[in-house]
């Protein structure tokens, strides 16, 4: 299975980027690309984004592995 190469940061559409998580523009989205691991220290940016207002339209979206 070949993967193929990420696309190049200035020709990615961001609108339509959004709508693969189902986030529309004025929804927040709080990326964090990178490895997974107790190192990063990823359990308070988790813990701090289930503590947004319930009325708050938010998507947490991580990306890589580890």
Known sequence: MSEEPAPDAATVDVQELRA????????FVLMYAGNHGQAQ????????FAGLPDDAVSHLVLVGDG
Request: no cysteine.
């Open 41 to 48: 220290h990823l359990e308070p940016v988790v813990e701090t």
């Open 20 to 27: 693969t998580w189902d986030a529309d523009p004025d929804d």
